[in-house]
């Protein structure tokens, strides 16, 4: 069976390598700084075979590369290659201690090497059977001078180093917008041969306008690899985050969400390990939720109950969370003993019982679906996939208009300003116009199937391609009124990371009566997110409920 590489192009690599280039000087060339410029330059003036060997090496992990293994076929001279790269000052030949982190070069070596190597300086072990890490902890340990264990391992193996590595990196957080996708995304594309939505480079808008958004957001995408929680003492962590913090501005709106997520993620590591007030102080630096919701519950196990209500209160005001808001309500109920359930444990508690043997292997959805077939009721498994399908079908051409300026590189499957909740401010005309078509039923259907049979199975990261979509959609609008699926719709568009989520599991009708339930089992939780549309449901008069087995 052929591998990866035989299944692709010769020099596709090279390919994504331009793609990102081009992409770069498209849009971000008045951005870059002498640096990143010097390296985009210096890369136009290699031949071709210096370009395949440049590119297959800052694509590939690490920072040393040792010349002796670097043998690709499709790349002819490499020993010219690799002068040309130097000269460019490209690539950099390690000669001396200051060129790199000599423990991060002993890490690059396997057992054997470092054997060879404790071998010609003499050094005897107490034990013939030591892994990697014991004996690199033994070189270290040694007496060799630093500068002659380096000069032992370039001798008999001269490697390499990427001067521009952090360059690189620069120019591909500016393609993604972040360091976790890399140019494998493009192999995955022609492995796969999906088109994405959008390809072409000329339909694309630069993510950053300046070079404060730029530098903010790299240095915490960054912060996530090099704040490694791993192997240290919790306090040592908390001072080296401290640090980080008065080192790096956080201003722009990109930097302030993608270090919630951050610090959400160490503010959570700490309440795990009780360190209460560490947490708390992390927590307190971002308004990501569930910063928030976590803050109330930690002042209060810690006593700061004024700050708890003060914050609750403050959640109930101007949050437009759901999770957050029911738990802040929940918490002054619980304070005021006022009831001691909370909105999820209440509404489930007064919830429609309904008795069914349960096999192990049935999903407890399925089998309402077969208990509501046996009552001549036509009922499907819906949940999201129903709502953000009537959603993405409805709006697709207004979502995925190539001239919007909120698709920033080929592999984003959700347009920008969705994604941040603003899309009705910035595409309120165009959003307000397709809704009125709800009043008109037949129209409204006839768009959702053009975009369905134009667009079905591609990629995007709203609509889920379920064989029975379509037909669950055309239901929908027959039963809901134009205000009933307009105030849904406008509810998603208003928070989609929030608002997409959180459906009830089914939809039944027989004849003219239709309901939207919600299945939970002996055991199952309510969540905020179930609620809030339960809540909104009952609200406009979309018929809804909970059945709770027993």
Known sequence: MPNQEQLLREKYYLDHFQYLIDFIKAYYLNLLNLSELKFVNAIENLSLNAQCLLARLYNRQGMI????????????DMAECLLELERQGLIQYLKKPGDIDLSYLLKFKNCDELLALLKHFQVKLKNNHMNKTQLIEVVVRSHIDDEDIMSYLVSND?????????????????????????MTQFVIKELKGFEPLIFNKSHFCALFTSRQEIDEGFAIQKAYQHINIKNKEPMEVFVEFNQWRQQNSITTEFAKLTYGKLAIRLASYFEKLKLYQQAIAIYETTSLPPANKKRIKLYAKINRLDEAIQLSQTIIKESQHAEEIIFAKDFLA??????????????????????????????????????????????????????????????????????????????????TDLKQGKILHTRNLAIK??????????????????????????????VSWHPDLLFLIEKNINFLDRHQLETILVEMASDWRNNSIGFPDIMCWRNNEYCFIEVKSTFDKLSPYQLRWLTLFQKIGVNAKILHLI
Do not use: M
Request: glycine share 4%; aromatic share 14%; proline share 5%.
């Open 65 to 76: 590369f040792a010349v002796s293994k670097l043998k690709y076929p499709e790349i002819n």
């Open 158 to 182: 001269p490697a390499i180093i990427l001067p521009f590595k952090e360059e690189y990196l620069t120019l591909r957080f500016l393609l993604f917008g972040n360091l976790k996708q890399n």
């Open 334 to 415: 619980k304070i005021q003993q006022r009831n001691t359930l909370k909105a999820t444990s209440l509404h489930l508690k007064q919830a429609e019982k309904l008795q069914l043997v349960l096999n192990s292997d049935v999903k407890p959805e399925d089998a309402v679906i077969a208990h509501l077939n046996s009552l001549d009721y036509q009922a499907y498994f819906a949940e999201n996939y129903l709502w953000k399908g009537l959603f993405g079908l409805l709006f697709w051409d207004i979502l995925f208009d190539k001239h919007a300026p909120y698709f920033h590189h080929p592999f984003q499957f959700l347009p």
């Open 433 to 462: 116009q397709r809704l009125q078509i709800l009043g008109e039923k037949t129209a409204c259907v006839d768009i959702i199937r053009n975009h369905y049979n134009q667009y079905d199975q591609t990629p995007n990261g709203i």
